[in-house]
């Protein structure tokens, strides 16, 4: 698991400040698009999710906003915590081949400093 | 939700050998998705497992190579043939709920010597 996240873009934030997490998908087919955070020895954790139909989404402390113009995803945590330090990846739905799957963003790591 | 369960959790194979990654779920699931995620990179999917068919392959990943088995509803397999140092990577095991979320194992992090 400590190799996860060694070559990805780095997001370095001041805990207490808000993060901002940006994601380019491909696929303009695409209807429906999910944030994972992966802490360090962990598999992906499922944080947020939103349909094509919707441009915001709101959970506890995040919010995720689409914008299908520009095919454009970001994740917004509010009041960044320790515990937030993680890598994120977007990943985007696509149906193919009689179901859908899952096809993963580069992922961003998110460093919080005390 | 779903609790996967995924052994071994790491191991660290000799070039040549093949390891056999198991998943477990503890509920029924339709659907069962391979990926690997090889160092400091994305989640890459290797293959779809539906239980009472042949594992679908994505691109750039074939049978010899990672063979999978599926005998029911809650247990699968992938297995890492014949292996070499570019196979170093954590492999996850997942599960679709509700069709496209997706829960994932810890994943079982594999170094070849």
């Known amino acids: 698991g400590e190799s996860v996240g060694l070559h990805l873009p780095t997001l370095s934030v001041q805990e207490g400040d808000n993060s901002i997490i940006n994601c380019a998908y491909s696929n303009s087919a695409s209807d429906y698009f999910i944030w994972y955070k992966q802490e360090s020895g962990k598999g992906p954790q499922f944080i947020i999710d939103?349909?094509?139909?919707?441009d915001k989404r709101q959970g506890q402390r995040v919010t995720v906003l689409l914008n299908k113009t520009v095919k454009h995803l970001s994740l917004q945590i509010a009041a960044t915590q320790p515990g937030d330090s993680a890598v994120y990846f977007c990943a985007e739905s696509l149906f193919s081949g009689g179901y859908n799957k899952l096809i993963f963003g580069a992922g961003t790591r998110l460093a919080v400093h005390p | 939700s779903a609790v996967i369960s995924q052994k071994p959790s790491r191991d660290i194979c000799q070039r040549g050998t093949s390891l056999t990654i198991q998943c477990q779920v503890d509920s029924q699931v339709t659907m069962m998705f391979w990926y690997r995620q090889q160092p400091g990179q994305s989640l890459t999917l290797i293959a779809t497992a539906n239980q009472g068919s042949e594992a679908t392959y994505e691109s750039g990943f074939v049978i010899d190579k990672f063979p999978i088995s599926r005998p029911n509803l809650t247990f699968s397999t992938l297995t890492v043939s014949n292996m070499s140092p570019e196979d170093s990577s954590i492999y996850l095991c997942?599960?679709?709920?509700?069709?496209?979320?997706?829960?994932f194992g810890s994943g079982t992090q594999l170094s070849v010597l």
């Open positions: 997942s599960v679709g709920v509700s069709n496209e979320k997706l829960f």
């Open positions: 939103i349909r094509s139909n919707m």
